[in-house]
């Protein structure tokens, strides 16, 4: 079955460690996005790319950085900087970049400090 | 920027009774809306999706919206609900900025169903 793999699904952060999150999609989708959501404010937007090779800041990069070196992989690395980090993540692809796309969601990742 | 308002944060309903959750959203144009569900735990799964024509658009899981530009609406329900419906709902908007697109999303209803 296609779908969006996200992993791990619990993640525990030291302070001023850096920490991965992956995502892995197997639908051939040309858009993928990285969201996080906090109890309350909905979903708001990290990171996405469009394409292999470009990524764009959402509203909230500050402290995240991601890479797109794959077309079914869009890795979301959370920063030192980032210091409120306890969220759920969540990563989601589109066929392609359009607002009339619907997008596809991952299970999500619960990151936590220590 | 666009952008969606869900003015219920949390409803009740007994299993069998009917279900409406509203969305307003801002936008200067015909937009294109969306509502996805979400169990605890898990991501979001898309229930129907509004682009244009007929006003009243058909889902999953027995739900249906309905589009009144009037109103800035887009409404969601369904006739009976059943407690396995008990789950976060988002409102979304597809928006265009500049060459990227985005959704913009409610702060979400969670419905409750009491036996």
């Known amino acids: 079955d296609g779908g969006i793999t996200q992993s791990p699904k619990y993640l525990f952060r030291k302070e001023g460690q850096n920490v991965t999150l992956s995502c892995e999609q197997n639908?051939?989708?040309?858009?993928m996005y990285w969201y996080r959501q906090d109890p309350g404010q909905g979903l708001r937007l990290i990171y996405y790319s469009q394409i292999v090779n470009d990524f764009q800041k959402g509203d909230i990069a500050e402290g995240y950085s991601v890479s797109r070196e794959k077309k079914e992989s869009f890795p979301l690395t959370v920063t030192s900087a980032q210091k409120n980090p306890t969220a759920f993540y969540l990563c989601?692809?589109?066929?392609?970049?359009?607002?009339?796309?619907?997008?596809?969601f991952g299970d999500g990742t619960r990151l936590s400090i220590l | 920027a666009q952008s969606v308002t869900q003015p219920d944060i949390h409803i009740t309903v007994s299993e069998g009774a009917s279900l409406e959750l509203r969305c307003n959203y801002s936008?200067?144009?015909?937009?294109?809306l969306f509502w996805y569900v979400q169990s605890p735990g898990q991501g979001l799964q898309l229930l129907l999706k509004?682009?244009?024509?007929?006003?009243l658009v058909q889902g999953i899981k027995g739900f249906e919206a309905e589009f009144k530009r009037s109103q800035s609406s887009f409404n969601l329900r369904k006739p009976s609900v059943h407690w396995s419906d008990a789950a976060e709902y988002f409102c979304?908007?597809?928006?265009?900025?500049?060459?990227?697109?985005?959704?913009?999303f409610g702060t979400g209803t969670r419905l409750q169903v009491t036996l």
């Open positions: 509004y682009f244009s024509g007929d006003t």
């Open positions: 989601a692809s589109s066929i392609f970049d359009s607002q009339s796309q619907p997008q596809h």
């Open positions: 639908l051939n989708h040309d858009a």
């Open positions: 979304a908007v597809g928006e265009r900025t500049g060459t990227a697109s985005k959704l913009t």
């Open positions: 936008y200067g144009a015909t937009p294109y």
